[in-house]
Nanobody, 114 residues
Framework: QVQLVESGGGWVQPGGSLRLSCEAS????????MDWYRQAPGKQRELVAG???????NYAGSVKGRFTISRDNAKATVYLQMNNLKPEDTAVYYC????????WGQGTQVIVSS
């Protein structure tokens, strides 16, 4: 069983930055691939970034160069540093992993608006 709890969302002006955190329960965090997804109103949920181990990462083209995913295994936490935010980044952001089955966090809202 894995529980995921996100934090760090909020409102920010275009060009600003936010850092999302996702803390995982359980003692298997080190072996898990961790992902960040997002879902904007009226759109499908999409993969934003993923990390396997400490340094193998992948990003959606729309966020590459602006977002950075990282993890702290000692804290069982994965982060998403979001810089140069744009209005189109507005969405609910979800932490995700898979271990036998899929696990999702409750989501954290990010609003980018002037």
């Amino acid at each position: 069983q894995v529980q995921l709890v996100e934090s760090g969302g909020g409102w920010v002006q275009p060009g600003g930055s936010l850092r999302l955190s996702c803390e995982a329960s359980g003692n298997i965090f080190n072996i898990l691939r961790m992902d960040w997804y997002r879902q904007a109103p009226g759109k499908q949920r999409e993969l934003v970034a993923g990390i396997i181990g400490s340094s193998t990462t992948n990003y959606a083209g729309s966020v590459k160069g602006r977002f950075t995913i990282s993890r702290d295994n000692a804290k069982a936490t994965v982060y998403l540093q979001m810089n140069n935010l744009k209005p189109e980044d507005t969405a609910v952001y979800y932490c995700h992993t898979m271990y036998i089955r899929e696990y999702w966090g409750q989501g954290t809202q990010v609003i980018v608006s002037s």
